[in-house]
């Protein structure tokens, strides 16, 4: 049984204030194989008031001892890269190579990232009007991370903390305690002071809302549903807190005839089901010039049912699970609410895979002929399901790409680069992915509209959690 009761407070193991106990689940078995504790108002003040200490001396300390800091905890993550993994793929059930190739991959690349841009970064500069600048960290920041890249979030919140001075308090997912237990092992091992970091259990409800209202912290960092990030801003905006976002996405995906309409199409059936589909910017909206709408549909197809849904214990390019019940629930719903609106089922359904009969596995699906007025094709589902929508011209997959409150990436398949940097223009995203280019550690990553505002990762990652003095000299 994993034991995740403990709170990592003012840098010793501790036990919580609450005693409400909540179970870890299993996505395979949906057995019971661990426990945590939901933590409370007293447990957040305890660790506020730890960080806040920490943050006084903090603060002051020289860049080269924060980047020795940092190659220490590079080193120390590489070493319990494995641990990492497994825990990701017992709690969330992450395949287990991709868990290893990617979610665990992501705590030594973004960290390498912000090593190299804190490195680059200058913190005390004079102005051609001969005033000074100097960054400084913004203080004690409270952290709220997801279930769907327990590491890769942690990764982008913590690091730029440690690395810019800050202090902090992380509340991970009450669903993925594991991996940030593990977290909070390596930086107790690194040896950063006591109190600069702080890990609480507990619920969005208790202990996310608890940070994001408390007096003590000077900036919220969450990632999760524009719902609960539009919660945590309403709550912060009392103490006037920097709120920054990384919420959801329903990303387009948009296919000409010009590309190589094999490799890009399969490829982006695999990154659609990547994870289960359980992340922020998959491609979810597949846009299909009407000249080729038909190969694409056979292309499509052919890839869907050549995805293999296995047990994330397995090695290989399957998918396992989704996260929990509760996810399982919201995306048979969502396959339902398609086929009710009339969108044709290409492939999957609702129902487990042949083959299971427990655990949360999904069918791979795919909705054709879906119009962008569907609530499958605007909602974001979260499960590996793929739409497609046909256009007729550039104008017209530019119109439908953009009309969605989201704008967290975007997705273009053509062999014209004129026509790649002229639409890429007009795409309102954070980010868009050219021919499968894929995101580079240390690259700004963030939406527009209501995907978030902030950007996470490399400088800007940084630049985030820092505050800009200006010294006037008489
Ligand atoms: P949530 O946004 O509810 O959960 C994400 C994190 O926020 C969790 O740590 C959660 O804690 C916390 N949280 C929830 N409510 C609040 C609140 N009011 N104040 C502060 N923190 C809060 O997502 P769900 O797990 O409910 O998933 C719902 C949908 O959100 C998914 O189907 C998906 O569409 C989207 N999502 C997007 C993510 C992304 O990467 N952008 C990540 C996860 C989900 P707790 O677990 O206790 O609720």
């Known amino acids: 049984m994993i034991d995740a009761r403990k709170f990592y407070l003012n840098g010793q193991w501790v036990e919580p204030v609450s005693r409400k106990e909540f179970p870890i689940l299993s996505p395979v078995s949906e057995d019971q194989i661990g426990v945590t504790i939901l933590?409370?108002?007293?447990?957040?003040?305890?660790?506020?008031?730890?960080?806040?200490?920490?943050f006084k001396s903090f603060c002051l300390t020289p860049k080269d001892e924060r980047l020795d800091l940092l190659e220490r905890l590079l080193k120390i993550t590489k070493n319990r890269f494995d641990d990492l993994a497994w825990?990701?793929?017992?709690?969330?059930?992450?395949?287990?190579?991709?868990?290893?190739?990617?979610?665990?991959?992501?705590?030594?690349?973004?960290?390498?990232?912000?090593?190299?841009?804190?490195?680059?970064?200058?913190?005390r500069e004079t102005l051609s009007n001969g005033d000074i600048l100097v960054r400084e960290?913004?203080?004690?920041?409270?952290?709220?991370?997801?279930?769907?890249?327990?590491?890769?979030?942690?990764?982008?919140?913590?690091?730029?903390?440690?690395a810019t001075g800050c202090t902090c308090v992380l509340k991970p997912s009450e669903h993925t305690p594991l991996s940030a237990?593990?977290?909070?092992?390596?930086?107790?091992?690194?040896?950063?002071?006591?109190?600069?970091?702080?890990?609480?259990?507990?619920?969005?409800?208790?202990?996310?809302?608890?940070?994001?209202?408390?007096?003590?912290?000077?900036?919220?960092?969450?990632?999760?549903?524009?719902?609960?990030?539009?919660?945590?801003?309403?709550?912060?905006?009392?103490?006037v807190k920097r709120v920054t976002l990384e919420l959801g996405g329903k990303s387009p995906n948009i296919v000409f005839s010009?590309?190589?309409?094999?490799?890009?199409?399969?490829?982006?059936?695999?990154?659609?089901?990547?994870?289960?589909?359980?992340?922020?910017?998959?491609?979810?909206?597949?846009?299909?010039?009407?000249?080729?709408?038909?190969?694409?549909?056979?292309?499509?197809?052919?890839a869907a049912l050549s995805q293999k849904v296995a047990n994330p214990m397995?090695?290989?390019?399957?998918?396992?699970?989704?996260?929990?019940?509760?996810?399982?629930?919201?995306?048979?719903?969502?396959?339902?609410?398609?086929?009710?609106?009339?969108?044709?089922?290409?492939?999957?359904?609702?129902?487990?895979?042949?083959?299971?009969?427990?655990?949360?596995?999904?069918?791979?699906?795919?909705?054709?002929?879906?119009?962008?007025?569907?609530?499958?094709?605007?909602?974001?589902?979260?499960?590996?399901?793929?739409?497609?929508?046909?256009?007729?011209?550039?104008?017209?997959?530019i119109n439908i790409a953009n009309d969605t409150p989201y704008g967290l990436a975007a997705y273009l398949q053509t062999d014209d680069m004129n026509r790649a940097e002229r639409v890429s223009s007009k795409l309102r995203a954070g980010a868009v992915h050219i021919n499968g280019g894929g995101f580079n550690y240390g690259s700004p990553f963030g939406g527009f509209k209501q995907?978030?505002?902030?950007?996470?990762?490399?400088?800007?990652g940084l630049e985030d959690f820092q505050e800009v003095k200006t010294l006037h000299f008489g």
């Open 451 to 460: 995907s978030g505002n902030g950007r996470e990762g490399g400088k800007m």
């Open 258 to 302: 010009d590309c190589n309409l094999e490799k890009r199409v399969t490829e982006s059936v695999k990154e659609c089901f990547l994870n289960s589909g359980q992340s922020c910017d998959a491609p979810t909206r597949l846009l299909v010039e009407r000249s080729c709408y038909i190969e694409v549909l056979e292309i499509v197809k052919r």
């Open 39 to 54: 933590g409370n108002e007293e447990d957040v003040d305890k660790a506020v008031a730890a960080a806040t200490e920490a």
């Open 314 to 397: 397995e090695e290989g390019d399957h998918i396992g699970p989704l996260f929990d019940k509760i996810q399982f629930d919201r995306v048979q719903n969502m396959i339902k609410v398609g086929i009710d609106e009339g969108a044709e089922l290409l492939v999957g359904g609702t129902g487990r895979p042949l083959g299971f009969e427990k655990g949360w596995f999904v069918k791979p699906t795919v909705f054709s002929n879906v119009t962008n007025d569907m609530r499958v094709a605007h909602e974001e589902i979260f499960g590996p399901v793929l739409v497609i929508i046909p256009f007729e011209d550039e104008d017209e997959a």
């Open 87 to 123: 825990a990701m793929t017992k709690e969330m059930g992450a395949p287990i190579s991709m868990s290893r190739d990617s979610q665990a991959d992501s705590g030594i690349g973004h960290l390498e990232g912000f090593i190299d841009s804190l490195r680059e970064m200058v913190e």
């Open 181 to 239: 237990k593990i977290y909070a092992e390596i930086i107790d091992e690194v040896g950063y002071p006591p109190g600069v970091f702080n890990l609480i259990q507990g619920d969005g409800p208790t202990v996310g809302a608890a940070l994001s209202a408390h007096k003590d912290i000077q900036m919220m960092s969450f990632t999760g549903s524009t719902r609960a990030g539009t919660d945590v801003s309403r709550r912060a905006a009392d103490t």
């Open 137 to 162: 960290p913004i203080g004690v920041c409270g952290l709220i991370t997801p279930w769907n890249w327990p590491i890769n979030q942690i990764a982008l919140k913590v690091i730029p903390v440690l």
